[in-house]
């Protein structure tokens, strides 16, 4: 799908959301422009309750359907820009024929949601959360939504397992797992691919759990097999971030966004404020290969000398700068550095 496409989608999701979720009288106040106090506080207690166990990467055992319907307002708005830029990620054979998907761990179905947005085709869409309030929710923004998506809902983990997919989406999952459950969870997953499949795996850009995923990421090169990691890194070395002893493995990238209407009233009753969106991610496919070059870790600088950033690759961690007249107008952190023989690093 064009960005054109893409940002219709985003227009279109937040007033779903609001026929999905809240009652009347607020929908009202949402077509004039601005929701009251009155209606929002009680999403935004909810926010704040269920911020303190993400931020302390805590499983949620239980859910009322008041913090899954919070939980929806925000955060899938939230996390839907950082799953669009994953799934634009994907090779174009993927990209390009229908998908049995499984949404592990699905929420309210942001990540099903980020498909829905680029037109990919769907020919199948398991959904898979323990969290029956979750479940619900996701089923009545389909429902507001008007969509052609039906997804087959269930909270049986051998349920969703069962299956062959050719993606699988898992949000913000690894980061409630305990050390040890990371890998049996990350193995059962690739297992569960088809050939040419990929597990699209977001995470939170926190320090702990950025640094965990990359920790997932080289156990898994490190072993044989026929899966290759994509994204974000091109090679099949050992993290240069964990061999540099620089502390925490923190790679992480940042979005540029503007905030929808709802996201922006939430960030002011909560002291949330998600102006720019951070996230950490990894790209696995059965049967590829890694696609080789240098990728932007870190911000890029515009200097005297050019673009400056750090970027990773097969030969490590290092600086690179892009002379001007070589610099792409646009550069973001996750992006392919520019392959040029003139771009030198130190």
């Given at each position: 799908?064009?960005?054109?496409?893409?940002?219709?989608?985003?227009?279109?999701?937040?007033?779903?959301?609001?026929?999905?979720?809240?009652?009347?009288?607020?929908?009202?106040?949402?077509?004039?422009?601005?929701?009251?106090?009155?209606?929002?506080?009680?999403?935004?207690?909810?926010?704040?309750?269920?911020?303190?166990?993400?931020?302390?990467?805590?499983?949620?055992?239980?859910?009322?359907?008041?913090?899954?319907?919070?939980?929806?307002?925000?955060?899938?708005?939230?996390?839907?820009?950082?799953?669009?830029?994953?799934?634009r990620e994907l090779p174009s054979s993927l990209r390009s024929?229908?998908?049995?998907?499984?949404?592990?761990?699905?929420?309210?179905?942001?990540?099903?949601?980020?498909?829905?947005?680029?037109?990919?085709?769907?020919?199948?869409?398991?959904?898979?959360?323990?969290?029956?309030?979750?479940?619900?929710?996701?089923?009545?923004?389909?429902?507001a939504l008007a969509c052609d998506m039906r997804p087959q809902?269930?909270?049986?983990?051998?349920?969703?397992?069962?299956?062959?997919?050719?993606?699988?989406?898992?949000?913000?999952?690894?980061?409630?797992?305990?050390?040890?459950?990371?890998?049996?969870?990350?193995?059962?997953?690739?297992?569960?691919?088809?050939?040419?499949?990929?597990?699209?795996?977001?995470?939170?850009?926190?320090?702990?759990?950025?640094?965990?995923?990359?920790?997932?990421?080289?156990?898994?090169?490190?072993?044989?097999?026929?899966?290759?990691?994509?994204?974000?890194?091109?090679?099949?070395?050992?993290?240069?971030?964990?061999?540099?002893?620089?502390?925490?493995?923190?790679?992480?990238?940042?979005?540029?966004?503007?905030?929808?209407?709802?996201?922006?009233?939430?960030?002011?009753?909560?002291?949330?404020?998600?102006?720019?969106?951070?996230?950490?991610?990894?790209?696995?496919?059965?049967?590829?290969?890694?696609?080789?070059?240098?990728?932007?870790?870190?911000?890029?600088?515009?200097?005297?000398?050019?673009?400056?950033?750090?970027?990773?690759?097969?030969?490590?961690?290092?600086?690179?700068?892009?002379?001007?007249?070589?610099?792409?107008?646009?550069?973001?952190s996750f992006d392919l550095a520019p392959s040029l023989p003139?771009?030198?690093?130190?």
């Amino acid at each position: 799908m064009s960005d054109q496409g893409s940002t219709r989608f985003s227009e279109e999701l937040e007033p779903s959301l609001v026929r999905a979720i809240l009652p009347p009288q607020a929908q009202q106040q949402y077509a004039q422009g601005k929701v009251s106090k009155e209606f929002l506080a009680p999403f935004a207690e909810s926010l704040l309750h269920l911020s303190k166990a993400y931020v302390q990467c805590e499983a949620w055992r239980s859910i009322s359907r008041r913090e899954a319907q919070a939980y929806a307002l925000y955060y899938l708005q939230v996390n839907l820009p950082k799953f669009v830029r994953l799934i634009r990620e994907l090779p174009s054979s993927l990209r390009s024929q229908p998908l049995r998907v499984l949404d592990y761990g699905c929420g309210p179905g942001t990540g099903s949601m980020a498909l829905l947005s680029q037109a990919l085709q769907i020919q199948s869409l398991t959904a898979f959360d323990r969290l029956r309030p979750m479940l619900d929710v996701f089923t009545d923004i389909v429902h507001a939504l008007a969509c052609d998506m039906r997804p087959q809902y269930t909270q049986d983990e051998s349920t969703a397992l069962a299956g062959i997919y050719d993606l699988i989406l898992c949000g913000n999952v690894f980061c409630e797992l305990e050390i040890a459950k990371k890998m049996s969870c990350f193995h059962q997953l690739c297992q569960r691919l088809s050939p040419g499949g990929a597990l699209v795996i977001l995470e939170p850009a926190l320090q702990e759990t950025a640094d965990a995923l990359v920790r997932m990421r080289d156990a898994f090169v490190g072993e044989p097999g026929e899966y290759a990691v994509i994204f974000p890194c091109t090679h099949h070395n050992p993290c240069p971030l964990l061999s540099s002893n620089r502390g925490p493995a923190w790679c992480h990238a940042t979005l540029s966004w503007e905030a929808p209407q709802l996201v922006r009233q939430l960030d002011e009753l909560t002291g949330f404020g998600k102006h720019r969106l951070k996230y950490s991610a990894l790209i696995v496919q059965r049967g590829a290969i890694p696609v080789g070059g240098s990728r932007v870790i870190t911000e890029p600088e515009r200097t005297k000398r050019g673009v400056e950033c750090m970027a990773c690759s097969a030969s490590g961690y290092e600086r690179l700068i892009i002379p001007k007249k070589s610099a792409p107008r646009h550069l973001a952190s996750f992006d392919l550095a520019p392959s040029l023989p003139d771009v030198p690093s130190i």
